[in-house]
């Protein structure tokens, strides 16, 4: 037997292959990164890494001979070229390696800006990223950010705490704005005003001016000038597809298009995390999904279908984080098109939701600063009887006590 | 090493596993660093998914903030007075000896 062969060692890869062990599967488990280190948490890296409060080793997925110890190969530092489907065999740029199921996890990288090629410019994906950003991050320096979305903010705070000057640019009209509500986004958009992060929305490059193959300063089409020590392009990410689409496998969305059992249009090949659009039931449309809860939920699913002990579809509610500043911000659900917003708690004590619902059921939930509202969200969401919205607008009453029973009626 | 502070988990079923940290190291982060099975970790220490829970010696007292508090009505297993989020829990001294008890599910 030739087992399983994982690509990509992020949270999705490791996740499966340590799942298949606990499933008890007998059969050689493989993972494939392209990356030269153990794997390691990805969302430290625009945060507690990126400040310095962590260091690398303490964001490792798992201890230093982990993967070792439960009989997991980890091939590290290999490229991934080819995969052939019809001999079963995924080709690396050194040889080959032979698979019974191969499971693609090989995420996204960050989207590039075309005419952005400086040597101060970075992007922020991996570890080697984080390293190089965090060792231009001088107290003083202007760093002029370019995307309005979770990297982008989640940088900027970071910045803020180590003395940088900062410029958020985002070509839209507001913050987040396909993750978050409008509301949401104001309030984001405030507490980061009043942190002193200078924030340009609706705003588009007219053109930057470099010396000496640097951006020193970024021109707006609202003929501002942002001065610039160091620019990060955060404008969103790039599956990495090419293994399974130069194969013949489906896409949709940007990512390999997987049924509900994770499996590709190729045979015995599976797409789970970062790269892999699926229908998610709870979510009632197809969809591919930027998150760790995604990742490691659909490491344990494919590991559960590769072991064969699940044959039901995935459907995992979605949920989501981000800290930025004092904010602790937490999402469960997508949001849908025709929803209600509802606000609980007080927004400007800091701490509050919004709940989002459609048809008197509960599809999403933005907490900011609530813990107890985000967890119990993540069992109400995506229920199918209805939410009592009337209990829910007393922030007293704690939100898991609304649970959406069948009677339609709060249960607390 | 010199520095380093010793410290056990005990799983539910009475396996223990005597490991150390460095002064600033989570306990959590310590647990995973020396393969302690039953601390999942999910979110990797940002206090969002209540994967790392344990019972707490006396020593650590009740100094988990109002965030964590709130988490830990949302363990999977059974909420104790003593119960934490060992990401939240950072090792010093003080903590020498100190024993961990692990609940038997965390997702």
Not at chain 1, 18 to 39: F, H, I, M, T
Not at chain 1, 205 to 227: D, H, M, Q, Y
Not at chain 1, 362 to 369: M, P, Q
Request: aromatic share 6%; proline share 5%; net charge negative.
């Amino acid at each position: 037997m030739s087992g399983t062969v994982i690509v990509g060692a992020g949270h999705a890869g490791v996740q499966a292959a340590v799942s298949l062990r606990q499933a008890g599967y007998q059969e050689p488990v493989r993972l494939v990164s392209e990356e030269d280190r153990p794997p390691y948490h990805r969302p430290p890296l625009s945060k507690s890494m990126l400040a310095g409060e962590k260091q690398p080793e303490q964001i490792a997925l798992r201890g230093p001979d982990f993967l070792e110890r439960n009989d997991i190969e980890l091939l590290s530092g290999v490229r991934a070229v080819a995969l052939d489907p019809a001999s079963r065999t995924l080709r690396l740029k050194n040889g080959n390696l032979a698979y019974d199921k191969a499971v693609i996890a090989t995420g996204a990288g960050a989207r590039t800006l075309a005419g952005f090629q400086y040597d101060n410019v970075f992007l922020l994906r991996n570890m080697q990223d984080a390293l190089a950003l965090k060792n231009a991050l001088a107290p003083g320096a202007k760093l002029v950010i370019v995307g309005g979305g979770f990297i982008g903010l989640e940088v900027a705070a970071t910045a803020r705490k180590l003395g940088l000057s900062v410029d958020v640019i985002e070509a839209q009209e507001r913050l987040l704005k396909r993750a978050a509500p409008p509301l949401l986004s104001d309030y984001i958009h405030r507490r980061h005003a009043a942190e002193g992060v200078r924030l340009h929305v609706g705003a588009q490059i007219e053109r930057v001016i470099a010396e000496a193959g640097r951006i020193v300063s970024v021109e707006l089409s609202n003929s501002k000038t942002l001065a610039a020590d160091l620019v990060l392009v955060g404008i969103g990410n790039q599956p990495e597809i090419g293994l399974g689409a130069e194969a013949g496998a489906k896409t949709d969305l940007g990512g390999l298009l997987v049924d509900p059992a994770l499996r590709t249009a190729l045979p015995d090949v599976y797409a789970i995390g970062d790269c892999a659009a699926f229908y998610l039931p709870a979510a009632g449309c197809r969809v591919r999904l930027e998150s760790v809860q995604n990742a490691v939920d659909q490491g344990k699913a494919v590991a559960g279908q590769i072991a064969g002990q699940v044959d039901g579809a995935y459907d995992a509610v979605p949920w989501f984080w981000s800290d930025q500043f004092d904010m602790r911000l937490q999402m469960t659900g997508l949001s849908r098109p025709g929803s209600a917003f509802m606000i609980r708690g007080d927004v400007e004590s800091n701490s509050f939701s919004l709940l989002e619902t459609l048809d008197d059921r509960l599809v999403a939930v933005y907490s900011v600063n609530t813990a107890a509202d985000h967890m119990a969200s993540r069992r109400l969401v995506g229920q199918p009887s209805r939410f009592n919205k009337a209990a829910a607008s007393d922030a007293s009453v704690p939100l898991k006590a609304c649970l959406a029973v069948p009677t339609g009626r709060c249960s607390g | 090493m010199a520095n380093d502070i010793n410290i056990t988990f005990r799983t539910a079923d009475g396996e223990v596993f005597h490991v150390s940290g460095r002064a600033g190291a989570t306990v959590m982060e310590t647990a995973v660093q020396n393969n302690v099975p039953g601390i999942e970790a999910e979110c990797g220490g940002a206090c969002a998914c209540a994967t790392c829970h344990v019972y707490a010696p006396e020593i650590i007292g009740a100094t988990a903030e109002v965030y964590e508090q709130e988490m830990l009505d949302f363990t999977a297993d059974e909420r104790r007075p003593n119960s934490r989020l060992s990401c939240q829990i950072e090792l010093e001294p003080s903590l020498e000896g100190a024993v961990f008890d692990l609940p038997r599910v965390q997702v």
